[in-house]
C-alpha cells in the first residue's frame, strides 16, 4: 500500500470507528433505562413488554454536532470509538512520527471501552506493513473498577456503576475481527492494571495512550508502564480534563522530574514526547 492510499484508508477508518459518516440511529430506553429514577423505569419496562407483542419499541433520537463528533464530546451508541476525531488524529501523528524516526518499542492503551483506538492502532500498522510491533489492549473489561481507599481522590467516584462503560473482551475481539484487524501481533491484558500490568511481559514501548479516568487506573498505569516507554515515545493522555487523571498525571510527573512540554490536543486529550 503506498503513501496515498494508506492516509485515505486511514482517514476512513477514522470516521468508521467514530462512527462520523452516519446519523447516530434511536436508542432504546429499556437498555439506557437503568439511568432513571425507579418510576420512569417501570413505566418503560413496563410499557415496553406491552409494546413486545406488536413488535414495538420506546426509541429516542439523537443528535450530535459534527463539533461534538470530531472533539469526541459524546457518549455514542454505534461507535467503536468516543474519543473522536481530533484524538485519532493525534494518535495516527504519534504512531507515524515513532515509524518515521524508527523509535523502538510496541503500543499499549491502558482502557479501551470497546476497542476502538487499538482497533486503529493495529490499521495504521497494517496500512504501513508493519509486522515487528505489537499492541497489548489493557482492561478490566467489566467497566471501571470501585475506588480503591488508597487514593482518596477517587473516593467519590461512582462510574463503577456506569453499565455502559462496561464492555466485555468477547466484544473487544469481535470488534477487531469486523475490520479485519485482530492479528498475532494484538495483545490482550484482562484484569485491573495493579494486577495485569506489573508482570506483563512488555519490554519496550513507543506509544503509551492512557484511558482509565480514575487517578488510580491513571497513576497506575504511568508508574508500571513509562520507564518503558523509549525516548523519542510518546504518551497520551486521554482525560486530562477529569480532576482525577489531571491530578495522577501532575503528580507522577513532578515526582519523577519530567518537564517534556505538555501539548494540547483538544479540550481533554494530551501529551508528550519523551526526550
Known amino acids: 500500500m503506498n503513501n496515498s492510499s494508506a492516509s485515505l484508508y486511514l482517514e476512513l477508518l477514522k470516521k468508521t470507528l467514530c462512527y462520523s459518516l452516519w446519523d447516530e440511529p434511536p436508542i432504546s430506553l429499556e437498555k439506557y433505562n437503568y439511568r432513571r429514577s425507579f418510576l420512569k423505569r417501570f413505566i418503560v419496562r413496563t410499557s415496553t413488554k406491552i409494546l413486545k407483542n406488536f413488535n414495538l419499541n420506546i426509541v429516542k433520537n439523537q443528535k450530535f454536532s459534527p463539533s461534538d463528533l470530531k472533539e469526541g464530546k459524546v457518549w455514542p451508541s454505534q461507535a467503536t470509538t468516543m474519543i473522536g476525531i481530533k484524538r485519532l488524529d493525534n494518535l495516527q501523528y504519534c504512531i507515524e512520527q515513532v515509524l518515521s524516526d524508527?523509535?523502538?518499542?510496541?503500543?499499549?492503551?491502558?482502557?479501551?471501552?470497546?476497542?476502538?483506538?487499538?482497533?486503529?492502532?493495529?490499521?495504521?500498522?497494517?496500512?504501513?506493513?508493519?509486522?515487528?510491533?505489537?499492541?497489548?489492549?489493557?482492561?478490566?473489561?467489566?467497566?471501571?473498577?470501585?475506588?480503591?481507599?488508597?487514593?482518596?481522590?477517587?473516593?467519590?467516584?461512582?462510574?463503577?456503576?456506569?453499565?455502559?462503560?462496561?464492555v466485555s473482551l468477547d466484544e473487544v475481539i469481535e470488534n477487531f475481527r469486523?475490520?479485519?484487524?485482530?492479528?498475532?501481533?494484538?495483545?490482550?491484558?484482562?484484569?485491573?492494571?495493579?494486577?495485569?500490568?506489573?508482570?506483563?511481559?512488555?519490554?519496550?514501548?513507543?506509544?503509551?495512550?492512557?484511558?482509565?479516568?480514575?487517578?488510580?487506573?491513571?497513576?497506575?498505569?504511568?508508574?508500571?508502564?513509562?520507564?518503558?516507554?523509549?525516548?523519542?515515545?510518546?504518551?497520551?493522555?486521554?482525560?486530562?480534563?477529569?480532576?482525577?487523571?489531571?491530578?495522577?498525571?501532575?503528580?507522577?510527573?513532578?515526582?519523577?522530574?519530567?518537564?517534556?512540554?505538555?501539548?494540547e490536543i483538544d479540550w481533554t486529550g494530551r501529551f508528550w514526547r519523551k526526550v
Open 102 to 166: 524508527k523509535i523502538p518499542g510496541d503500543f499499549i492503551e491502558t482502557g479501551v471501552w470497546r476497542g476502538g483506538a487499538c482497533i486503529f492502532m493495529s490499521g495504521v500498522l497494517s496500512a504501513y506493513n508493519v509486522i515487528n510491533r505489537k499492541i497489548f489492549v489493557a482492561d478490566s473489561f467489566q467497566g471501571i473498577p470501585l475506588p480503591d481507599d488508597d487514593y482518596p481522590i477517587d473516593q467519590s467516584n461512582n462510574w463503577h456503576k456506569e453499565k455502559y462503560l462496561s
Open 178 to 263: 469486523k475490520y479485519d484487524l485482530l492479528s498475532e501481533q494484538v495483545f490482550f491484558l484482562e484484569g485491573f492494571f495493579k494486577n495485569t500490568l506489573p508482570n506483563a511481559k512488555i519490554d519496550c514501548l513507543s506509544i503509551l495512550r492512557l484511558d482509565g479516568d480514575l487517578y488510580s487506573s491513571t497513576y497506575e498505569s504511568l508508574e508500571y508502564l513509562y520507564p518503558k516507554l523509549s525516548v523519542g515515545g510518546y504518551c497520551i493522555i486521554d482525560d486530562y480534563s477529569l480532576d482525577n487523571c489531571m491530578m495522577a498525571v501532575n503528580d507522577y510527573r513532578n515526582k519523577n522530574g519530567i518537564g517534556d512540554e505538555l501539548l
